[in-house]
């Protein structure tokens, strides 16, 4: 910037900053925000990069303890860890909560991404290394950044809009194509029926675009789905490389 005249500050920027006195409002302003943006960036990729192979999970906060639903999910993380996995959540209760306890009896490494909500929502107990966000589409990118596999158990809104945003980013290239696992057959088969009996032949996606999900029941064959994806992928890039 250039100032002259009337124009030049009275006070150095020093000493605006050092200054108790003033209002406070300026920590709600939006340059404010994008430093807190920044931040969480920062915190996000600086906890996680180290966090090796990692695989998703998400589903509803609702789902109650000792449910069937929530003992899949349970055993979806023990599996998961047990095959070598990292186990990313929500943090939060339900699903969440199930998935984290099921990586964490594994031995495995089990992470939880939170998100500031109007009811307050603490990390659930078996989350070991966590992050609590202030911002939706920081967590989203962190959730993106480090998982090499979505898995997507029955959930309401949220756990749509993670489901959507990730087909979505391998649909148009974003992000290099990763499995996407929706278990529960009889819960997700009105969705896939739609997009393929309405969505696709109405002409508002592609011929193949159906075939980014896949649907399972049981927690091996979500291991199974993950583990064989990742196997040709590496394939392909070691032939690759030596072409």
């Known amino acids: ?138 967590r989203k990118t962190v959730f993106v950044k480090y998982s090499q596999a979505f898995v997507v158990l029955p959930g309401g809104f949220g756990t749509l809009d993670e489901l959507f945003e990730a087909v979505t980013l391998v649909q148009t290239g974003k992000i290099t194509r990763f499995p996407i696992v929706l278990v529960g057959s009889d819960y997700w088969k009105g969705l896939t029926a739609w997009l393929s009996e309405t969505v696709l032949p109405a002409g508002k996606i592609s011929q193949h675009d159906p075939d980014l999900l896949q649907i399972c029941d049981d927690p091996a064959e979500v291991v199974r789905i993950i583990t064989a994806a990742h196997s040709l992928a590496a394939a392909e890039q070691s032939y690759t490389d030596m072409t």
């Open 1 to 138: 910037m250039t100032l002259r005249g009337k124009h030049i500050p009275r006070t150095t920027t020093d000493q605006r900053l050092l200054d108790w006195r003033g209002p406070s409002d300026w920590v709600h302003t939006d340059p404010w925000r994008v430093l807190r943006i920044q931040a969480e960036f920062v915190e996000g990729f600086g906890l996680l990069a180290e966090l090796g192979t990692a695989v998703s999970v998400f589903g509803s906060a609702r789902t109650v303890p000792g449910s069937g639903e929530y003992e899949l999910a349970e055993q979806i993380g023990f599996s998961l860890a047990q095959a070598g996995y990292a186990v990313i959540t929500g943090g939060g209760p339900g699903v969440m909560e199930a998935a984290n306890k099921g990586c964490a009896s594994a031995g495995g490494v089990s992470v939880g991404l939170g998100i500031e909500l109007p009811l307050e929502q603490a990390m659930n107990e078996y989350v070991e290394i966590g992050l609590q966000f202030r911002y939706f589409f920081v």
